[in-house]
């Protein structure tokens, strides 16, 4: 057994923002592999117990897709040792709260609760890893209710469907081509032996990190662990063999339609580097420059001074194999979508040449400092970031050193980056607009 105390050796002041304390944890592994960091704040009554799986919407069964956030709803069917319906209730009867969510790349659960119910999230969550029960009618049910969701956060929400489809794109042979949620006939085909062979292959403890933060004593919460993880046994390592992504090297011109919607919409998609790459920190910044506020160069541009556009914006989204670099606009008036793609190109073009100003880059670290303090200011979001960062960035000393990455990008990095991912030759055009009947 592995057990590691790192204790990061710095301290943040941001003047009128507060300061940002350094956060204490403790590392250490299971004989069956399972990752654990506990983490310690006893400044109030309550403890975060959580579990992130190394599974997401790019692991498939016999090419089927949506398997992950099947599982995320599935796994609160019960229990050997939980009845049917009964998840929920046990937690909220205790006092707690809990939720789940999905990414391409990993599958987070998690309780808080009042902390002398440490050892209940503990139980329930050893028991979703040792003791499910999937059986078809559980299968059943949440078949109805992931397509549910579909139709409401997807199908018929206004551009709903706009990143699934520039995804589609951008990416040509990974598994991140095909949208997280799955497509609906992956799962209507799909066999209840295909839903327990899933199982078995990626809900394992080595195949998982728990985390444990708040109101704790660490050595009673290690004993509670090993009594409650360390019977399960692990399973076979994953193996992951995911095609390569050939560059982008012209333009890919696409279109799709969308029936809720009546004002179009342009999407520029870039492929960028998975996110432990350093580029992938410096993209933050050149999207925050470009559209986080009023004050931004493309909002302040498009939708304030030329009044040309309703929305503009640049998202930096990174996973950990390939990551996504995306503007979108919508236009006002008569504006055209060419326009518009005129428009944001001639101010990544100022950014790929000219550095950005000295007060600019002062208030772009003081964004990101800002945006450190916030991500750690709960004990829930500390377990989420401990999770994080040490199964997607296998370091978990991030949580105390990533803001030392931002501080340390420079105005030069910043050009030399939207010169080197941002090129019209290496990204897709793609044109969101109203479906009509006869499209």
Partial sequence: MINKLKLAAFGLFLGVTGTAQEVEFVEYTLDNGLDVILHQDNSAPVVTTAVMYDVGGKDRINNKTGFAHFFEHLLFEGTENIGEGEWFKMVSSHGGTNNANTSNDRTYYYEIFPSNNLELGLWMESERMLHPVIKQSGVDTQNEVVKEEKRVSYDNRPYGNWVNEISSHVFQAHPYKDPNIGYMDDL????LDEFKEFFDIYYK?????????????????????????GPIPAGEEVVRNFPEEEPISETIEAKAYDPNIQIPAVMLGYRTPGMTERDAFVLDMVSSVL????????????VDDQKQALE?????????????????????????????VGEIDE?????????????EYEKLQNKF?????????????????????QMLYEDVDLINEEIDIYRSITREEIRDVAKKYLSPNQRVELEYL???DSE
């Fill in 205 to 229: 403890p080595n195949n998982a990190t728990l985390v444990v933060a708040g109101d704790i004593d660490v050595e009673e919460t290690k004993k509670l662990i090993k009594a409650y993880f």
């Fill in 369 to 389: 400092e800002n945006r450190y303090v916030n991500s750690n200011s709960s004990v829930a979001g500390i377990a989420h970031s401990l999770a994080t960062y």
């Fill in 312 to 340: 503009v914006g640049a998202l930096n989204i990174t996973q950990k194999d390939y990551g996504q670099y995306v503007l979108l606009a919508l236009p006002l008036g008569e504006t055209s979508l060419d326009t518009l």
């Fill in 434 to 436: 109203p479906k009509k």
């Fill in 347 to 359: 101010e990544i073009v100022k950014l790929q040449t000219e550095l950005i100003s000295q007060r």
């Fill in 291 to 302: 559209s986080d506020g009023k004050s931004s160069r493309l909002y302040k541009k498009l």
């Fill in 188 to 191: 209507d085909a799909a066999t």
